[in-house]
């Protein structure tokens, strides 16, 4: 039996009074890669905005199965390059998810937070500024906050922009990962192997949702 993650019903959002979301409908089931296509500016980030709950619909229903808050990776860009936080530190924010912000951390989640970084490959840059890495390192590391959060569902935009070939993979294997798990995975891209490496393709035109066929 599938289970759903998330239901949006008939949402619209939008920015300045302008709707991108006009209608949108959609469900994302657990144990499934969706991958989110489309234009420029078609609303692919406001859509995951919603789905996220940091932007608020105008009109419409979003339906969260369970508890849990989803993890949401932003793009990169929208990341402020100054921040003063180490990769550690980084990581760690993502299990505030769990324990709340400040409090103490436990053993467990020390050891979650080892795993993630080993999972990106960027363990040996624990101790760095983020601000003092490359840019592909930096989202490296933006996901594996978002791991950290062992959250049901995980909600991507566009992670593996301006990675190499190496990086790429490594994103495409964490992603099938946490599909195995049984997480509900909603990655927002332009990358055809992401697209292709996908269970479900979902396209964003005109306002609205339409599922293509995944390859
Ligand atoms: N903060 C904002 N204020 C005003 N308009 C915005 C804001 N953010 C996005 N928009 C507008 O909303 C529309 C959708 O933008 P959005 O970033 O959701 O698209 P996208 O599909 O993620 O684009 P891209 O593929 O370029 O990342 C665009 O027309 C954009 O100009």
Not at 122 to 136: C, E, K, N, P, Q
Not at 160 to 189: H, K
Request: aromatic share 2%; charged share 25%; with cysteine.
């Amino acid at each position: 039996m599938t289970t759903t993650r998330v239901r949006l019903d008939a949402v619209h959002a939008g920015h300045d009074g302008t709707d991108v979301l006009c209608g949108a409908t959609l469900d994302l089931r657990a144990g499934a890669v969706t991958a989110l296509v489309g234009d420029n500016g078609s609303g692919k980030s406001t859509l995951l905005g919603v789905l996220a709950g940091t932007h608020p619909p105008r009109a419409g229903r979003v339906q969260h199965e369970g508890p849990q808050r989803p993890a949401f990776v932003p793009q990169r860009s929208a990341v402020p390059d100054a921040l003063p936080l180490t990769v550690l530190q980084t990581v760690r924010m993502g299990r505030w998810a769990r324990r709340g912000a400040w409090r103490r951390l436990r053993r467990e989640d020390h050891e979650a937070v080892a795993h993630c970084l080993d999972r990106l490959d960027v363990a040996d840059l624990a101790g760095r500024a983020l601000h003092t890495l490359s840019g592909g390192q930096r989202q490296r590391v933006l996901v594996a906050q978002g791991l950290a959060q062992e959250a049901d569902l995980l909600l991507l935009d566009e992670p593996s922009t301006g990675l190499d070939t190496d990086a790429r993979a490594a994103i495409a294997r964490v992603l099938t990962e946490e599909r195995d798990r049984g997480r509900a995975v909603l990655v927002a891209t332009h990358a055809a192997d992401e697209v292709r490496g996908a269970d479900r393709v979902l396209r964003l035109h005109g306002g609205h949702l339409s599922e293509e066929t995944a390859s």
